[in-house]
Nanobody, 125 residues
């Protein structure tokens, strides 16, 4: 199982970014997959997760209405569209999965077993 995240960068407040997570070694048709983030001095937290078998999504309250998680089955890739970014969204973003979790809620409320390398998102004020 390998996850490769990309798409981070520097953006002004109110701007948008799209993160990508390319998965290999498994197909995105059963396990849940999600995005987590870790801001400087803070604990890693769940942002959004997707149940790949029924497309049920889970969002943390602080991103509801601003972020959208989606999947491209053909590319075996998951995306996180981030709109109306705020300085407090600055963090290293990680994609993660756990072959033992098919529920987006369960994944986002657990410690996944498989992590990709993070991608840094910096939002300037």
């Amino acid at each position: 199982v390998q996850l490769q995240a990309s798409g981070g960068g520097l953006v002004q407040a109110g701007g948008s970014l799209t993160l990508s997570c390319a998965a290999s070694g498994f197909t995105l048709d059963r396990p849940a997959i999600g995005w987590f983030r870790e801001a400087p001095g803070k604990e890693r937290e769940a942002v959004s997760c997707l149940s790949t078998w029924n497309d049920i999504t889970y969002y943390a309250d602080f991103v509801k209405g601003r972020f959208t998680i989606s999947r491209d089955k053909a590319k075996n890739t998951v995306y996180l569209q981030m709109n109306n970014l705020r300085p407090e969204d600055t963090a290293v973003y990680y994609c993660a999965t756990d072959l033992g979790h098919s529920s987006s809620y369960a994944l986002c409320n657990s410690r996944p077993t498989n992590w990709g390398k993070g991608t840094l998102v910096t939002v300037s004020s």
